[in-house]
């Protein structure tokens, strides 16, 4: 159940896309290595997109997304970090059927949907080298990166988050 006190961690991306695995790589091992907290709700996998995104995010207080992204001349395993305020300027209210994530966040909020603001929506998104190919696997780039990321994104993560309260179970004796 989502609360506005809890945050969400969302992993962006496709388990057969190669590289766009990524964020879905990230969300898991992050997760794994924040270990259960009463606070946080984890969607390790997450391939919706558009309106539909407004669905999965409604209700939480933060949302932290994990994605691949693919700039000019950038360097696979490079990794960034920016708030929702970021993509503003990709806001497009004109056409509809081709709704990103920021216009997404615009209707949601016209229409009332309980969203976060845009400061309480981080987005880690790491360059990739191939999101085109079929393969379980990432590149090779991205497979011998992966565990500096784990450590370096989910310290920026755990600081984001702050101290939490374990949830209750096995874990937490």
Excluded at 13 to 34: F, Q
Excluded at 150 to 155: K, L, N, S
Aim: aromatic share 6%.
């Amino acid at each position: 159940m989502t609360s506005p006190e809890k945050t969400l961690l969302l992993g962006m991306g496709n388990p057969i896309l190669c590289d766009d695995a990524v964020g879905i790589r990230l969300a898991r091992a992050i997760a794994e290595w924040l270990g259960p907290r009463d606070d946080l709700d984890v969607i390790d996998e997450c391939s919706v997109g558009g309106l539909n995104l407004v669905d999965v995010i409604a209700g939480y207080g933060q949302v932290v997304v994990f994605d691949s992204i693919m700039t000019e001349d950038g360097v696979p395993g490079t990794w960034y970090t920016f708030d929702a305020r970021a993509l503003r300027e990709t806001l497009n209210l004109r056409n509809v059927h081709d709704v990103n994530f920021a216009t997404a966040l615009e209707l949601g909020r016209t229409m009332g949907t309980p969203l976060p603001t845009d400061d309480r929506i981080r987005v880690f998104a790491v360059e990739t080298a191939d999101t085109m190919t079929f393969s379980e696997t990432m590149s090779p780039e991205l497979e011998e990166a992966l565990p500096d990321l784990v450590t370096e994104i989910g310290a920026e993560v755990e600081a984001l988050l702050g101290p939490g309260v374990a949830a209750p179970g096995p874990a937490a004796e």
